[in-house]
C-alpha cells in the first residue's frame, strides 16, 4: 500500500500560478507511473497530466505549455507546476500512481481560479 498526500493548492487569481506536490510513501516512486487527474465541480474526473517511469509526458489539451509534470524520485515526490491559470481550472486535483495493476490515490487538494 502506497499513502499519497497532496498538496499546494489554494485560491489564486486568473494568470496566477500554482504548483501542487504529491508526496508519496514509497522508496520507489521510480518505478511508478505518476497522472495528476481533476475534479471539476459538478462534472467527472479528467487526467490532467501522465508521467511514464521512463519520462514519457502526456497532458490535456486544454493545459497544454501551461501545466508541467514532474518528479523527483530521490525524494520520493512528484509535482504539478501550474501557470496563466484560468477559472476553467478550477478543480479538485488529484495524484494518482500506478505500477501494473496497482493503483494508489490521493485525497485531493482544492484549486480555485477567481477573479
Known amino acids: 500500500q502506497v499513502h499519497i498526500v497532496e498538496s499546494g493548492g489554494g485560491s489564486v487569481q486568473p494568470g496566477g500560478s500554482l504548483t501542487l506536490a504529491c508526496r508519496a510513501s514509497t522508496d520507489s516512486l521510480s518505478q511508478y507511473d505518476v497522472h495528476w487527474h481533476r475534479r471539476p465541480p459538478g462534472k467527472l474526473r479528467e487526467s490532467v497530466a501522465f508521467?511514464?517511469?521512463?519520462?514519457?509526458?502526456n497532458y490535456l489539451r486544454s493545459v497544454k505549455g501551461r501545466f508541467t509534470i514532474s518528479r523527483d524520485n530521490a525524494k520520493n515526490m512528484a509535482y504539478l507546476q501550474m501557470k496563466d491559470l484560468k477559472p476553467e481550472d478550477t478543480a479538485v486535483y488529484f495524484c494518482k500512481l500506478s505500477l501494473g495493476y496497482e493503483v494508489f490515490w490521493g485525497q485531493g487538494t482544492q484549486v480555485t481560479v477567481s477573479s
Open positions: 508521467l511514464s517511469s521512463d519520462n514519457t509526458t
